[in-house]
């Protein structure tokens, strides 16, 4: 029995000595390194327990996570359907596919000097570039998930009267969904990174401008603690695109001959 346990809780186990090791060799390395260069993590907690203290934190976070959601969420309600019309039908996919490759191989982050002319430095601007850095993979992802769906599946629907809605609702949404959660979560890293940079360049506050702040006075400590913020910001909307890819990968239908 306690074999047993211990098989089925090892793979949630691991992941915590990992993050505890590398936590000690951080320590341990840092406490022998010129503070400037490189703070502990004891020090960069205590950080983040000030900024938390006094405000700046909180701030800093919602106006980051209101950039970050805004921009994903929007890329994924315009990626979404504009993947499954493509996957689905080939003459939006003969028009978009070429635009679609080559504006996912400019990093949006390339085009901020001209989203600053049309945009400004406000929070529209920072939206509309991180929209762009997660529009693109949710789209590709819808793609090819639509392309994945079994043909026999939708011939043997067509001869027993299925019209086009009832081959989306019932067909091809459900294969496709898996492939969006995980077009989601390529999105989720892409966002976060999108949107510190951004900020870090324009200064214009969020956990990026913290960092920016902080790196210049060469307050290593504190400019460690918006970054931890990050990384778990990230983190929950990452467990959100997990739990949500594990709730809907039952939909996919199986393919034919299968067991």
């Known amino acids: 029995?306690?074999?047993?346990?211990?098989?089925?809780?090892?793979?949630r186990v691991y992941p915590w000595v990992s993050i505890a090791v590398v936590l000690a060799l951080w320590q341990?390395?840092?406490?022998?390194?010129?503070?400037?260069l490189i703070s502990t993590p004891t020090a960069a907690f205590a950080a983040f327990l000030e900024q938390v203290q006094n405000g700046e934190m909180q701030q800093g976070f919602w106006q980051t996570a209101y950039t970050f959601l805004i921009g994903?969420?929007?890329?994924?309600?315009?990626?979404?359907?504009?993947?499954?019309?493509?996957g689905?039908?080939?003459?939006?996919?003969?028009?978009?596919e070429i635009i679609v490759r080559i504006l996912y191989s400019v990093p949006a982050i390339a085009l901020f000097p001209l989203f600053i002319l049309a945009f400004g430095f406000g929070d529209q601007m920072k939206i509309v570039v991180v929209f762009l850095a997660c529009v693109l993979p949710i789209a590709m992802n819808a793609q090819a998930g639509v392309k994945s769906v079994d043909k026999a599946l939708i011939d043997v629907a067509k001869v027993f009267g299925g019209n086009e809605r009832e081959l989306f609702t019932k067909i091809i949404l459900p294969g496709t969904v898996p492939f969006l959660a995980g077009g989601f979560k390529i999105a989720i890293g892409r966002a976060i990174v999108t949107t510190v940079a951004v900020e870090m360049i324009t200064t214009g506050g969020g956990l990026g401008g913290m960092m920016s702040y902080y790196s210049n006075q060469l307050l290593t400590a504190q400019y460690f603690a918006p970054l931890i913020a990050t990384v778990i910001l990230s983190l929950l909307v990452y467990a959100l695109g997990d739990v949500v890819e594990r709730r809907f990968s039952a939909w996919r239908p199986q393919e034919t001959g299968a067991k």
């Open 1 to 11: 029995m306690n074999n047993f346990k211990w098989s089925k809780f090892q793979w």
């Open 28 to 36: 341990i390395v840092g406490s022998r390194i010129n503070p400037i």
């Open 72 to 86: 994903l969420f929007a890329g994924l309600i315009l990626g979404a359907p504009l993947g499954v019309l493509m």
């Open 88 to 96: 689905r039908y080939r003459l939006v996919e003969s028009a978009l």
